[in-house]
């Protein structure tokens, strides 16, 4: 089997074995055996589990930039749900990673840059982003451009945060939950957007819906565990 | 030594450790060798380290209950910020809870509930804050329930991760960098503040600082690992 296919599956198999179980709980070995490989197979690809969570987020990062900068581009407020919703998406797929990243970045300095190098990219795309918005004359934002920064960051925040904020509350992450997270982020710009805030809400919602049916078209075929109901 | 004693110096050690190295690494018995007790002493206390984790968080619980009631009974602008700082201050204390929340949570069912019923009724309380400040002509929110309350939401989990944010991007816990935090969500609550954003800042500013001098002098005597600088 070629280098780059193996590495890919136990890749796949990792993210699958962490997001049920958590890093903690999954050796090495572990994933050896789910991807049907022996442990030296495994350790000629990577030397030891933290090379593999390091690779499975620098995967996250490159599929990021990847859906990303084609919203980015298309400065609607359609593309402004779509670019938080499928960051949610992402967020969802690398699961593990988002519940323990306080720890898993604490412990790894060079994984921690990359992290905050990748979201200080996309904090400075998000505020093109919304000059754009303004420029077409669909939000209109604070001069002081701190207070846009700061606006952005919060919205992020709850992006990033808002599944494991759903797990507290034992709450599947359904369309339903999607559409609520979206909601308080448009609650934060509300007093920036210049159109009607009704009917913006109402076209999000049906973007949301249709990026998560096409998701769950998408996961049902590749990865049924992810199934977003 | 009396039995409460020694459950307060096992909890004192276990948030030592917890907090220095997270707690999938710490075991029971480091705990015990931490208190200068033995094995068999410490599981007479708390039968495994889930538990300790567990009676740590509650005490958390009892801590921010006895902290807050007094803020939210007094509804001005600067017993907002204080209501937030204070937040703030207990998240540092309890560092590794909120770390780890998102994979403690998920392995805790009753933990989780604990955790959730708190936030709830810490959501009420800011509601009720809230609607109060607008009662003094110091705020006016939108009359929809639904868009206060995620307002408020927005607020508390910017609140709630803003300490792991500061990791990520390799910044101590100072004073700045909680004035920032509150910068944040004072952005959020802005077009509802009915006075002059400038003096509101300013008088935030020095309810944070006063209470960070605070805290500082208490944790000097108390903890000094814990120090605001």
Excluded at 115 to 129: G, I, Q, S
Excluded at 143 to 168: F, G
Excluded at 191 to 220: F, K
Aim: hydrophobic share 40%; net charge neutral.
């Amino acid at each position: 089997m070629a280098t780059r296919t193996t590495q890919l599956r136990i890749l796949a198999a990792a993210l699958e074995l962490f997001n049920e179980h958590g890093t903690a709980a999954v050796s090495a070995n572990r994933i050896a055996e789910r991807c049907g490989i022996s442990k030296g197979n495994l350790q000629y690809h990577f030397r030891n589990k933290r090379e593999i969570i390091t690779a499975v987020f620098q995967q996250a990062i490159t599929e990021m930039d990847s859906g990303w900068y084609k919203d980015h581009l298309a400065p609607t407020l359609e593309h402004m749900a779509a670019m938080y919703v499928r960051q949610l998406q992402l967020i969802l797929k690398y699961r593990f990673f988002y519940r323990e990243m306080a720890d898993l970045l604490r412990q790894d300095a060079r994984l921690r840059k990359r992290f905050a190098d990748n979201r200080e990219r996309r904090m400075c795309d998000l505020e093109k982003f919304m000059l754009a918005l303004q420029g077409r004359g669909l939000m209109r934002f604070p001069s002081d451009p701190r207070r846009l920064r700061a606006l952005v960051d919060v919205t992020w925040i709850v992006n990033e945060n808002w599944l494991n904020y759903m797990d507290y509350h034992d709450r599947t992450v359904s369309v339903p939950a999607m559409l609520e997270g979206y909601g308080e982020i448009l609650e934060v710009l509300r007093p920036y957007l210049c159109a009607d805030p009704q009917q913006i809400t109402q076209e999000s919602y049906l973007t949301i819906e249709r990026l998560a049916a096409q998701a769950s078209a998408r996961t049902a075929e590749e990865a049924p565990e992810l199934l977003v109901v």
